[in-house]
């Protein structure tokens, strides 16, 4: 673990972080980070805020419902005294996430977070900002690969790419009056995942891919695993500065589209495209002018300022999109798992804190982790099933049931579908 | 869409160049991190498409190289056969076809099978990425922007061999009677990035392509908003004999410590190769006997 990656301009490495503040914990991407960060046992304590209720499991985050009230987030740090504050506010995935309701955080959030863990006596050493490609923005005369240091070519238009530049103008205000933080920022690209909406993803789904006649876009994919973990990343060494997280290649819009097994649909013209996205708004596809450019000019992000300081993706765009294929052709049969967990105030409060709870064994402790063993089978009967029949039955299972399912099916058949559907599961219940 | 809004070309040009002088010198570790090539793919990174390109040269590119325009190549062993090369060719006549005979012949190498070729890039203008159609074919036949980082990318880190047009767009509206008269380098900045990247400059003189694909008239008046400037030219190029002539490599390696950030220099550079291309495009001209069989 080399806590200095070969581009540390200026950065001192910072202690390790043990106390972490998480903004936006009742997103995507702020629940399944904190899920992440539970499972490492240097973080002492994990602190989320957010307005609405978490909306995944978490064994120890606490939840503070805040907004962003600068004194209150202030208050908060200082008690719990804070050192690392990982910020996945602005933007979920470039767009609002849908189920959070439609309003950004915006800018506002983002400076009164940085006016609280700013100041002399503030214990913050590190400052995780989540951004987003679209600081680049897509242009006719863009560079095939943004590398970081490299800025927009033209000028932000719309409210969304107004609130990247902001933010990250504001982030790096902040990072030049505190030289004593370490402060990352890291610009998403579109991420693909199987609990992610975003206008990208919904244009995928179709069974037909509207495109711009006459344009063949370069587009690049995340998977949300690498988002997740690059943020973890980020938190767990110094990385001062800003990084693309991207996966490996960049992709032809026909090349995609010939992935997930679709045909491309030019219905768009090459000129008055926007206007004729809105049409398309009417018959419920949401087309936002920053989709409809993406469909023009495309984007490739240069990743290899992250990959040099150490991280490694586990998946390239390509395969992010393999794996977005295998998720539409699931969906079908695993249907919408999103009601699984409801945050209930009492009931957490009960399992953190009452001494009458007993410190029970860790359901995930004991699970096979290791591949490549021989178990015995968790469903009697199990060798015997076919493939749509485990789909079936995949979905009553326990959590425990699934992953020694998912190390016996590892170690023996290796089905394909099976593995896909039973990760797909464990994700959705914060395996 | 709203093409009018002010574009901050030149000063994001500028910070490209700066930035990338000063953080990402030095950073040979960057060129490891290359994503790796995957092998289920048909396209590259930069969308060029291996199947389109392969039909291209199979058919269009064949019948024009071997038949149509008899293409005659000197110097071709002046191409490396290793490491990145910027190739610095006269712009002369419409549609970029000689952009394309260009590149088979140094796909073919010398010929015998004794020096395999290599692949060559192609730095496009933004003029052509923009036509709705063109410019997805021109990608997929292996067009990149001409952007200094892109050519950063190329050079330095990919090593490839690019060949660019640093007459810049005007040139290709020319009319027929200042043919191979060479015009002031416009895109100096695609000549810095190979002094940037520390690859040698090629120049490639090119006789023939002008007759081919004249321009009769160039209405640049009218300011179109597509296409920019309307130019009267022939749908099809005329069998004109066209001859290639690679010349010798200019070394940039040694022109001192930072020599990209000099843009004078980068202007002596560039009238040095315009006066050497410009010298021998005369010497062919005046040594060939007719202009179609040459």
């Not at chain 1, 909306?55 to 208050?75: A, C, P």
């Not at chain 1, 390239?316 to 209930?344: I, M, W």
Request: some cysteine.
């Amino acid at each position: 673990m080399s806590t200095s990656g070969p581009i540390s301009s200026g950065g001192h490495p910072t202690p390790r972080s043990r106390r972490v503040l998480i903004t936006g914990l009742s997103s995507q991407w702020g629940g399944r980070v904190a899920q992440l960060l539970e499972q490492d046992e240097a973080i002492d304590v994990l602190v989320g805020v957010d307005t609405a209720d978490p909306r995944h499991e978490l064994e120890r985050t606490e939840f503070v419902r805040v907004g962003s009230d600068d004194s209150l987030l202030r208050r908060i740090i200082r008690a719990a005294a804070i050192d690392t504050i990982l910020d996945t506010r602005l933007l979920p995935d470039g767009f609002a996430d849908a189920n959070v309701g439609k309003e950004l955080a915006g800018v506002d959030a983002t400076r009164s977070l940085l006016a609280a863990c700013g100041g002399e006596d503030s214990p913050v050493r590190k400052f995780v900002f989540k951004s987003s490609a679209d600081y680049y923005g897509a242009g006719k005369d863009d560079p095939s690969f943004f590398s970081e240091e490299m800025m927009r070519t033209r000028m932000p238009r719309t409210a969304l790419e107004w609130d990247v530049a902001l933010g990250e103008a504001a982030v790096n205000e902040f990072a030049a009056d505190n030289p004593g933080l370490t402060v990352t920022t890291l610009r998403c690209t579109t991420a693909v995942g199987s609990d992610l909406r975003s206008p990208h993803l919904a244009l995928l789904a179709l069974p037909m891919v509207p495109s711009i006649l006459g344009f063949d876009p370069r587009w690049q994919f995340v998977h949300e695993d690498d988002v997740l973990g690059a943020m973890a990343y980020a938190v767990q060494h110094t990385l001062p500065g800003a990084y693309n997280v991207a996966g490996d290649g960049v992709l032809a819009l026909s090349e995609i589209v010939s992935l997930l097994g679709k045909a491309p649909l030019p219905v768009l013209p090459p000129w008055g495209s926007v206007f004729a996205s809105r049409q398309l708004r009417r018959f419920g596809l949401p087309m936002p002018v920053e989709l409809v450019r993406d469909l023009r000019h495309g984007r490739g992000l240069d990743n290899r300022r992250l990959k040099s300081a150490g991280y490694r993706f586990r998946y390239t765009s390509r395969e992010a999109v393999l794996r977005l294929r295998a998720h539409h052709r699931l969906q079908p049969l695993l249907g919408s798992g999103d009601d699984s967990y409801r945050y209930e105030r009492e009931v957490e409060e009960f399992l953190r804190w009452s001494p009458s709870v007993r410190p029970a064994l860790e359901p995930g402790a004991e699970a096979p982790s290791g591949e490549g063993r021989k178990t015995a089978a968790p469903i009697s009967a199990y060798d015997e099933l076919t493939v749509a029949e485990l789909l079936a039955v995949i979905g009553s299972l326990e959590a425990t049931q699934m992953r020694e399912l998912r190390a016996h099916e590892a170690a023996g058949p290796r089905r394909k579908a099976v593995l896909e559907a039973l990760d797909q599961q464990l994700m959705r219940r914060g395996g | 869409m709203g093409e009018d809004e002010p574009a901050l070309t030149a000063a994001g040009t500028e910070i490209v160049t700066r930035q990338a002088a000063g953080e990402l010198d030095g950073h040979e570790p960057l060129r490891e991190q290359l994503p790796g090539i995957e092998a289920d793919r048909n396209l590259t990174d930069w969308g060029q498409s291996q199947r389109v390109t392969a039909l291209a040269d199979a058919t269009v590119m064949r019948f024009l190289f071997d038949y149509w325009n008899r293409v005659e190549v000197e110097g071709i062993e002046w191409i490396p056969r290793t490491g990145g090369a910027l190739l610095v060719a006269n712009r002369a006549g419409q549609l970029r076809l000689d952009a394309g005979l260009i590149a088979k012949a140094v796909a073919q190498g010398s010929g015998g099978g004794s020096q395999s070729g290599r692949h060559l890039q192609v730095a496009t203008s933004r003029t052509y990425s923009e036509v709705p159609g063109l410019g997805m074919v021109v990608t997929k036949l292996g067009g990149v922007l001409a952007h200094p980082a892109n050519l950063q990318r190329l050079l330095f880190d990919e090593q490839a061999l690019v060949l660019v047009f640093p007459e810049g767009d005007g040139a290709s509206s020319k009319p027929l009677r200042w043919r191979y008269r060479l015009r002031k380098f416009e895109r100096i900045e695609l000549l810095q990035a190979a002094m940037r990247a520390r690859v040698p400059i090629i120049p490639v003189a090119v006789v023939g392509s002008e007759e081919a694909m004249p321009t009769f008239a160039s209405l640049s008046a009218l300011k179109l908003p597509l296409i920019g400037s309307v130019r009267l030219g022939l749908p099809l190029p005329l069998p004109a004999k066209v001859r290639l002539r690679f010349l010798k490599p200019i070394s940039t390696g040694d022109l001192g410590e930072a020599p990209w950030r000099d843009r004078t220099l980068a202007h002596e550079l560039a009238e040095e190769i315009r006066g050497l291309l410009q010298e021998n495009l005369f010497e062919m001209v005046a040594a060939r006997r007719s202009v179609w069989l040459g």
